[in-house]
């Protein structure tokens, strides 16, 4: 027979509680995603810009970049 204590039998007494997220952890993890958010955006300027240059180059060298 499992005695009960409140809401939890005895036999669950011992079973591990879940984890809970630390404020430093959730913190941590919002800037992380703030910076990959940056890195990607940043990313995306620069193959704008390489676009750019390499269209700008074309127009005058008309295919030969040189690099």
């Not at 990607?40 to 040189?66: K, M, P």
Request: charged content about 30%.
């Amino acid at each position: 027979m499992v005695t009960v204590v409140g809401s939890r039998s005895m036999a669950g007494f011992w079973e591990p509680r879940p984890a809970r997220r630390s404020a430093v952890l959730e913190e941590a993890t919002r800037q992380l995603g703030q910076a990959l958010r940056e890195c990607r955006e940043l990313g995306r300027r620069a193959d704008d810009s390489i676009a750019q240059a390499r269209r700008a180059l074309g127009r005058r060298h008309h295919g030969d970049f040189g690099f």
